[in-house]
Antibody
Framework: EVRLVESGGGLVKPGGSLRLSCAASGFSFDYYTLTWVRQAPGKTLEWVATIDSSGSHLYYADPMKGRFIISRDNAKNSLFLQMSSLRAEDTAVYYC??????????????WGQGTPVTVSS | DIQMTQSPSSLSASVGDRVTITCQASQDIRNYLNWYQQKPGKAPKLLIYDASDLETGVPSRFSGSGSGTNFSFTISSLQPEDIGTYYCQQYDNFACIFGGGTKVEIK
């Protein structure tokens, strides 16, 4: 069974940093593209960043460029999101998601339960 | 940048009704469009990919159609368990964007 478990969310002050983790199990981790998606309270889904299976190609939504870094450790079956210069508008539930197929990208077939991030003074 | 306009933002229908949601892209996106269902407090679930392909295990009352700029998602016979919010998602090789969502309620 594919399982994705996010952690690392919490309360952080504006301008602060936070590192989210996503522990994966139940599949060959190093075969799949992985993505972070967030959802602010009462709002739509917002794509954050995507990393390919090898970690060689990284893709970011414009609001996150220069502030967020996506990475992965294939030896530890883990995905990360390093967030810095956090703003109130970064407050959201952050989901990690796996592509449905080895060959696909942005076809988000499996999701974690999400980890909440609150940016407030 | 491509914009996705999803409508309506909410709807209320009776059990057994046919329900249709539309998504319009600001430019041709071929069939690079997926549909997700999100129930309250839960993660989204993929229902339809590449505009019209039904994900494995998804009931056949769900369907999608369209290509280019105009897409639709249909529930042929609304069931009580279908309540939630539905999102379209456009993608290309480098990015994706979600529509604004449609909240579906039972009348």
């Amino acid at each position: 069974e594919v399982r994705l478990v996010e952690s690392g969310g919490g309360l952080v002050k504006p301008g602060g940093s936070l590192r989210l983790s996503c522990a994966a199990s139940g599949f060959s981790f190093d075969y799949y593209t992985l993505t972070w998606v967030r959802q602010a309270p009462g709002k739509t889904l917002e794509w954050v960043a995507t990393i390919d299976s090898s970690g060689s190609h990284l893709y970011y939504a414009d609001p996150m460029k220069g502030r967020f870094i996506i990475s992965r450790d294939n030896a530890k079956n883990s995905l990360f999101l390093q967030m810095s210069s956090l703003r109130a508008e970064d407050t959201a539930v952050y989901y990690c998601a796996r592509d449905l197929r080895v060959s696909s990208r942005f076809l988000l077939g499996f999701w974690g339960q999400g980890t909440p991030v609150t940016v407030s003074s | 940048d491509i914009q996705m306009t999803q409508s309506p933002s909410s709807l209320s229908a009776s059990v057994g009704d046919r329900v249709t949601i539309t998504c319009q892209a600001s430019q041709d996106i071929r069939n690079y469009l997926n549909w997700y269902q999100q129930k309250p407090g839960k993660a989204p679930k993929l229902l339809i990919y590449d505009a019209s392909d039904l994900e494995t295990g998804v009931p056949s009352r769900f369907s999608g159609s369209g290509s280019g700029t105009n897409f639709s998602f249909t529930i042929s016979s609304l069931q009580p368990e279908d309540i939630g919010t539905y999102y379209c998602q456009q993608y290309d090789n480098f990015a994706c964007i979600f529509g604004g969502g449609t909240k579906v309620e039972i009348k």
